[in-house]
């Protein structure tokens, strides 16, 4: 019986979206723009869309996590976000329970591979 691709993807999606905010909690910890985040996480293999993270970090930085600055000082004004200190202890809260789950699911399915 095979798994049918939207339950498939519904379980990913639901996996991935607290990995977003992780990741950007951490890699903001250096100021960054918003592109340069999507890029950088793509890069390392987070699939996120455009339309999915411009929200999370203006949620983000409404709930305290992140602060952002405007910088003006070009042709196109952008903003760049950074990782405030509430923001960074979530992260190190969230790294190592993220440790520890996978420490335990390597345990559950070590007889798996």
Known sequence: MTTDPDIIAGHLQE???GTVVLAALVVL???GYGYALLESLTDQGIAVDANTLYPLLRRLEKQGLLTSEWNTEEARP???YRTSEDGARLADDLM?????LDASLR?????LT
Do not use: A, C, G
Request: glycine fraction near 0%.
């Open 78 to 80: 952008r903003k760049f």
């Open 29 to 31: 910890r250096e100021p």
């Open 96 to 100: 190592t329970d993220w440790r520890r």
């Open 15 to 17: 996996l991935r979206r």
């Open 107 to 111: 345990t559950l399915t070590k007889d």
